[in-house]
């Protein structure tokens, strides 16, 4: 009896050892689908060195020709010289290739951002029905999050869901408060995913999706910072938050 209760055990010490192992498994086969539907969104200078300017992570929904990103990191782009060209950068490491995109529609209210490609559609990812989210509920976010330094290479990065809290409205100088911001903050604030993760400035524009199916459920906005906007890089805080995907569905179906 007392050798079969040690078989016993043993056998259960090996499952449970080899159930981490199948969950990494699962998400490490998830990353290799979604990454070709990853891109990073930037500009094209021809006289600039480098010509490429990388400002963050978009991809790919819908019929392959449309493009999720941030709006705050549009507005970089739309800030910039006329004789730069609006696009996306596809590729790993060195090699990557520039795509012009148009803005087809700004959503500043949930810092979205549409673009729309030309040409041969690339692969989509599906979204998910952003409603069914639950705190302590596992993702993973994959992106570009110090940008193109060393080449265009994906990360990606395990999260927990660890709220489901309204919108944080930045404080704003008064004086620089023109009509349509006062209208909006007068609205009632949304309802955001506030994640137990580390982001950086390039991840803004990076899917948030589950590890085992690759839907998408929401889309990674900003960080938490603690004193300067220096110390997102140096000293993270670890909380991020990322819009639902129900505001991504809105924006798709609009300009369908």
């Given at each position: 009896m007392k050798a079969l209760s040690s078989a016993l055990l043993s056998c259960?010490?090996?499952?449970?050892?080899g159930a981490p192992c199948r969950a990494d498994g699962t998400l490490a086969q998830t990353i290799a689908r979604v990454k070709p539907s990853i891109v990073g969104v930037g500009s094209l200078q021809k006289t600039r060195t480098p010509p490429m300017n990388f400002i963050g992570t978009g991809?790919?929904?819908g019929d392959g020709l449309s493009v999720l990103t941030c709006a705050h990191v549009i507005q970089k782009l739309l800030d910039a010289n006329p004789d730069e060209v609006?696009?996306?950068l596809t590729g790993q490491g060195e090699v990557a290739q520039f795509r012009?995109?148009?803005?087809q529609a700004l959503d500043t209210e949930h810092d979205l951002a549409l673009l729309r490609l030309a040409g041969a559609p690339l692969p989509a990812l599906a979204l998910g029905d952003a409603a069914t989210v639950r705190e302590g509920q596992a993702m993973a976010f994959t992106g570009f999050p110090l940008g193109t330094l060393l080449g265009l290479h994906h990360v990606t990065h395990r999260a927990?869901?660890?709220?489901?809290?309204?919108v944080v409205m930045p404080s704003e100088n008064a004086q620089r408060l023109d009509p349509r911001r006062l209208?909006?903050?007068q609205k009632a604030p949304y309802t955001v995913f506030q994640l137990d993760a580390t982001a950086y400035p390039g991840s803004s524009g990076s899917p948030l999706f589950d590890p085992e199916t690759g839907l998408v459920y929401g889309i990674v906005n900003m960080v938490y910072v603690k004193g300067l906007k220096e110390a997102a890089i140096s000293a993270p805080s670890g909380i991020t938050y990322a819009i639902p995907?129900?505001?991504m569905q809105a924006i798709l179906l609009k300009n369908k």
């Open positions: 259960l010490v090996l499952a449970l050892a991809f790919v929904a609006i696009g996306i012009p995109a148009k803005v927990t869901v660890s709220s489901l809290t309204p209208a909006q903050l995907g129900s505001h």
